[in-house]
């Protein structure tokens, strides 16, 4: 199967992706793009060009929140966590993206 860039995502995709990646735990900007890789089985890829922009407007949102920690490696990183507008945000977007998929699927099954 072929291997999407990020700029190949529908618009909006890319928040509603790191919302549902960080919704059962904080994660690091590589951990969030390689956790999206890896759930889509490397369908999917987050470049730092797109991903570091999303997190930055996402935090002023106010949807997600970051501090700096170690990781297992030992090396300083910056995790980000959902906020209570950031579950909102996920379960609006969720939706959203449901009655897209769903639109999409009816407009392929008649043509």
């Given at each position: 199967?072929?291997?999407?860039?990020?700029?190949?995502?529908?618009?909006?995709?890319?928040?509603?992706?790191?919302?549902?990646?960080?919704?059962?735990?904080?994660?690091?900007?590589?951990?969030?793009?390689?956790?999206?890789?890896?759930?889509?089985?490397?369908?999917?890829?987050?470049?730092?060009?797109?991903?570091?922009?999303?997190?930055?407007?996402?935090?002023?949102?106010?949807?997600?929140?970051?501090?700096?920690?170690?990781?297992?490696?030992?090396?300083?990183?910056k995790y980000y966590k959902l906020t209570r507008a950031g579950?909102?945000?996920?379960?609006?977007?969720?939706?959203?993206?449901?009655?897209?998929?769903?639109?999409?699927?009816a407009i392929l099954q008649e043509a």
């Amino acid at each position: 199967m072929g291997r999407a860039q990020s700029g190949e995502l529908l618009q909006g995709t890319l928040p509603l992706l790191i919302l549902r990646v960080l919704a059962p735990t904080s994660n690091h900007g590589f951990g969030i793009a390689r956790r999206i890789e890896q759930i889509s089985k490397d369908v999917l890829r987050v470049e730092e060009g797109s991903l570091y922009p999303a997190l930055h407007k996402m935090e002023l949102e106010g949807w997600i929140e970051s501090e700096w920690r170690l990781t297992e490696n030992n090396r300083k990183a910056k995790y980000y966590k959902l906020t209570r507008a950031g579950r909102k945000q996920l379960r609006h977007e969720t939706g959203r993206w449901d009655a897209i998929a769903a639109a999409i699927a009816a407009i392929l099954q008649e043509a």
